[in-house]
């Protein structure tokens, strides 16, 4: 199985940080547009939808774990051509909070159980969009 993980630290409360993970309206903002469907019930479904040029891309899971300002955990079905929506091609899908005196760290980690995936590492540091996106929601929202 693959793992790759991405931290980053975000300048706000942990609370502050469990709320743009778990609002549809804040989730929205930094995530393309992607329109958050869930009740975050464990064992309830989440989807992720978007329309990009006129097309409606979908992916779809069910809740695992919730612990509000800690731990989020969900199976995630990104649909390709040639791959069936069947558990082993599910990824899992876990955001972990942790507060500090700084801040909130947070962790996510995507599992992969698909044949050939690769694992990786990275941070903050490292340019990526989407956490730019929303780390920079989270501090500038009042």
């Known amino acids: 199985m693959a793992v790759n993980t991405s931290r980053i630290r975000i300048e706000a409360p942990a609370w502050k940080v469990w709320e743009a993970l778990t609002l549809p309206e804040l989730v929205k903002e930094w995530q393309y547009g992607s329109q958050l469907l869930t009740d ?14 006129g097309n409606v891309f979908e992916q779809w899971g069910k809740v695992l774990e919730v612990s509000p300002h800690d731990t989020i955990r969900y199976t995630l079905f ?3 051509p040639g791959l069936e929506d069947r558990p082993e091609n599910d990824f899992v899908m876990s955001y972990l909070l942790k507060e500090e005196s700084n801040g909130t760290l947070l962790t996510i980690e995507q599992e992969d159980n698909r044949a050939g995936a690769v694992s990786q ?3 903050e540091d490292d340019g990526q969009t989407v956490l730019s996106m929303l780390k920079n929601l989270v501090e500038t929202s009042a």
């Open 40 to 53: 975050w019930q464990v064992g309830g479904e989440i989807r992720f939808r978007i329309e990009w040029e």
């Open 78 to 80: 990104a649909p390709r």
């Open 121 to 123: 590492e990275s941070d």
